[in-house]
């Protein structure tokens, strides 16, 4: 695998469930971050992580938790979200450095029924 | 707040031909980075071209290139003999400096290209 990687491409959840989206770079980078992607909106930061520990939460809902256990993995946990929250999730990562540039994963598709 | 305004919602490009895509952005920073990304169907984010603020050349990558006017905070990017897989959504960013801070995005402007 090169770049980022995320998985699953697709979820289908409803607004009982509990599900994880997975994040893998593998570009050596020690920053990573969620984007939130909806329609007709511009991409919207919702966490940062640099070298695992958050550095940014952009006034996110509970309902999303993000874990990163080490500078190669990136988690956003969800649970009991909302209609309003299906959207494309996306990934990136960057070196922790003031001229980083950020990689982009191909993002999870989410759907909350 | 910094913010990023991509006043084209879509664009036509005859293949060959050349097209350039506006942003504009408002930042009271004087040492920043700007980014123009491309998203085609496949929903990956790609890197197209980045500039740094304080470099007055303007940064180009093969077919694409920018203008880039600091005093009137614009952002134009220009693709020159276009082709069909440059059809995507183009999208403007802005990136203080500092360590890991975030992108802020335009809207976005989608390319179609035609035969």
């Known amino acids: 695998e090169t770049g980022v990687t995320q998985t699953p491409r697709h979820l289908v959840m409803g607004m009982t469930n509990k599900k994880s989206l997975k994040c893998e770079q593998h570009l050596g980078h020690n920053a990573m971050y969620w984007y939130k992607q909806s329609a007709k909106k511009p991409l919207e930061l919702m966490f940062v992580y640099s070298l695992e520990e958050r550095v940014e939460n952009n006034s996110v809902p509970s309902r999303f938790s993000p874990e990163c256990p080490n500078s190669s993995h990136l988690f956003l946990h969800l649970h009991t979200l909302q209609p309003e929250d299906s959207a494309l999730y996306l990934c990136?990562?960057?070196?922790?450095?003031?001229?980083?540039?950020?990689?982009f994963g191909p993002g999870t598709r989410l759907t909350v029924l | 707040a910094q913010t990023v305004t991509q006043s084209q919602p879509e664009m036509s490009v005859q293949e060959a031909e050349t097209v350039t895509l506006s942003c504009t952005y408002d930042t009271s920073e004087s040492d920043y980075y700007l980014f123009w990304y491309k998203q085609p169907p496949s929903r990956q984010m790609i890197l197209v071209i980045r500039q740094e603020a304080y470099k007055q050349q303007n940064a180009t990558e093969n077919r694409f290139s920018v203008n880039f006017q600091k005093a009137a905070k614009s952002f134009s990017l220009k693709i020159s003999d276009s082709q069909l897989g440059d059809a995507a959504m183009y999208f403007c960013a802005y990136r203080r400096t500092g360590t890991a801070s975030k992108l802020t995005f335009g809207t976005g402007t989608r390319l179609q290209v035609t035969l």
């Open positions: 990136a990562s960057s070196q922790a450095s003031s001229t980083d540039t950020q990689y």
